[in-house]
C-alpha cells in the first residue's frame, strides 16, 4: 500500500472512531442528563437539524440524514409528541407542513451542545491554542467540501 493509501486508510479509521465515540451511548448519555426528559437520544441529531435549519420541509431533511421516508415520518412525530418540535402549514403551499423547533426543543438542543461543548474543553485541555486553531481550521475546511461534495453547494450551518 502507497503511503497515501495508508493516510487515508488511518484517516477513515481516525474519524470513524471520532464519530463512533462522539455518539456513541455513553457520551450521549452524559449530553442527554436532565435534557428533554425521556427523549430517545437518538432523536437528538435530527432535533439539532431541524433547530440549525428550520422551518423546514420533512422531505427537505431526508437528503440529510440516512433513513427512509417512514422513518423520518416516525421520528418526527415522536419529537412532536414530546413537543420538541412543531409543525405549521408552509405558506407557500398548504398542502406541506414545515418543522420548527418548539421553545423546549430549542432548550434541550442548547443544553445538550453545552455538555458537548464541557467535554471537548475537557478533553483538549491540554492541547496548545496552535494545535487547537489548527485543528479547527482542517476540520472546518474537510466539514465544508463535504457538505460541497453531498449537497452540491457550500451551505452555511
Known amino acids: 500500500m502507497t503511503s497515501a493509501g495508508r493516510y487515508f486508510d488511518d484517516l477513515d479509521t481516525a474519524l470513524t472512531e471520532l464519530i463512533r465515540y462522539a455518539r456513541g451511548p455513553r457520551l450521549s448519555a452524559e449530553m442527554m442528563t436532565g435534557v428533554a426528559g425521556d427523549v430517545d437520544r437518538n432523536l437528538m441529531p435530527l432535533l439539532s437539524l431541524i433547530v440549525d435549519r428550520g422551518p423546514v420541509r420533512a422531505s427537505d431533511l431526508l437528503h440529510l440524514i440516512a433513513v427512509d421516508q417512514s422513518t423520518l415520518s416516525r ?7 414530546h ?21 423546549r426543543g430549542r432548550k434541550a438542543v442548547v443544553a445538550t451542545r453545552e455538555v458537548w461543548r464541557a467535554t471537548l474543553a475537557e478533553l483538549m485541555d491540554e492541547w496548545t491554542v496552535a494545535e487547537r486553531q489548527a485543528f479547527l481550521a482542517s476540520l472546518s475546511r474537510l466539514s465544508a467540501e463535504l457538505r460541497e461534495h453531498v449537497e452540491g453547494t457550500a451551505l452555511t450551518p
Open 75 to 81: 421520528q418526527v412525530s415522536s419529537l412532536v409528541d
Open 83 to 103: 413537543e420538541l418540535v412543531e409543525r405549521a402549514a408552509d405558506p407557500d403551499d398548504r398542502r406541506a407542513m414545515l418543522l420548527s423547533a418548539s421553545e
